[in-house]
């Protein structure tokens, strides 16, 4: 038998059982809470380190980072059909890729959900119901205090809006105020905004850079929550419908109108699909009362999804589904997650009033 004088790891099997092992060592990780909480501190230290780096970089590093690591991944695998080293730097980079994106963010998925710092309930249709009104109330009386444009379509005129939001992620109310804070503001349009129209892609949180990317296309009435999420994403809150809600906390705890409107509104948005689903002629009758300014912006915002959907959306909805449930996530059934949350939380309210925070600077 010939044997070959290659250093072994400058051969594509070391490279392919290295991202195995891996593989398999970040699933053994996850299930065990003390690394997870050891990543948790970890995530806390890199991302203040990222954001002081590429927070006041006026575009986003990494989408640029994004499109060179697609770009360098497309020509390696070209050129590995003739060349077993492209075959082997390829192997390098989808390890290097893996193993950042697990000890940036991977690990964050398995942090304790938040449902377990709330008492347990059951979401009656009733409760639902009630909150719609509430909502509907609070983001009639914020949408009195915004601007529109000439449409009479809610603008944004804070122009300080993203320092606002992440600063007051410290006025979190217990028992999600865990001191995590965002010290340096790393909020940035999305270079691939025109793309993200096409796909339904609000916004999305940058795990190698720490930096949170949002539409620059969208309707405004979606801009102040998105930022809202993606910020939280930045306090180290992976799963989708847990960031919304402390998305919608920061926004309670706010009195930017502009904040407000584009949160209750989401809230309000959410509340109606679920109840949609067991009481149609509630949700129709109910949409009738809303004021015309509430009815002009969600007429934009249908406007916009209508003129911009494409055949991506649906390719990128499967693949997003497929990402989030390797991720341990529901997909886009955890869609009633946000307003179970939603329901603990107006429940907690009422049994402990005086458990809501008091403001802080
Ligand atoms: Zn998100």
Do not use: C
């Amino acid at each position: 038998m010939k044997r070959s004088n290659k250093p072994v790891y400058k051969t594509r099997i070391f490279w392919a059982s290295i991202l195995f092992a891996q593989f398999i060592l970040f699933q053994i990780l996850q299930r065990i809470p003390q690394a997870v909480s050891l990543f948790t501190a970890f995530f806390q230290r890199q991302k203040g380190l990222h954001q002081q780096l590429f927070g006041g970089v006026p575009f986003s590093v990494g989408d640029v980072l994004y499109i060179l690591i697609i770009l360098a991944g497309m020509a390696l695998l070209y050129k590995s059909f003739s060349s077993k080293k492209a075959l082997r730097s390829l192997l390098i980079l989808i390890n290097f890729v893996f193993f950042f994106y697990q000890i940036f963010w991977g690990m964050m998925y398995f942090r304790p959900p938040l449902d377990s710092r709330l008492p347990s309930t059951t979401v009656e249709l009733d409760n639902l119901k009630d909150y719609a009104y509430k909502y509907l109330r609070l983001a009639t009386a914020a949408r009195a205090r915004v601007a529109e444009d000439n449409d009479g379509v809610f603008r944004i005129s804070d122009p300080e809006l993203k320092k606002h939001i992440v600063d007051n992620q410290r006025n979190l109310p217990a028992p999600f105020n865990d001191n995590l804070t965002n010290k340096v503001v790393s909020v940035k349009e999305s270079l691939y905004s025109g793309i993200l129209s096409q796909t339904g892609i609000l916004g999305y949180y940058n795990p190698f850079t720490a930096e949170a990317q949002f539409n620059k296309h969208l309707p405004h009435s979606f801009v102040p929550a998105t930022i809202a999420h993606e910020a939280a994403h930045q306090l180290g809150y992976a799963r989708e419908q847990e960031a919304s809600f402390i998305g919608f906390l920061n926004a309670l705890q706010s009195d930017n109108p502009d904040l407000q409107y584009s949160n209750y509104l989401f809230v309000l948005k959410n509340l109606l699909a679920n109840i949609k689903r067991h009481d149609k002629d509630f949700v129709k009758n109910f949409m009738d009362s809303f004021p015309p300014a509430l009815h002009r912006d969600i007429n934009a915002e249908q406007r916009f999804v209508d003129e911009n959907r494409s055949w991506l959306a649906a390719v990128l909805s499967v693949t997003n589904n497929l990402f989030l449930k390797i991720n341990g996530q529901e997909g886009s059934v955890t869609y009633n997650h946000f307003v179970r949350l939603l329901d603990a939380y107006e429940k907690q309210k009422r049994l402990h009033p005086k458990m809501q925070s008091k403001k802080h600077k």
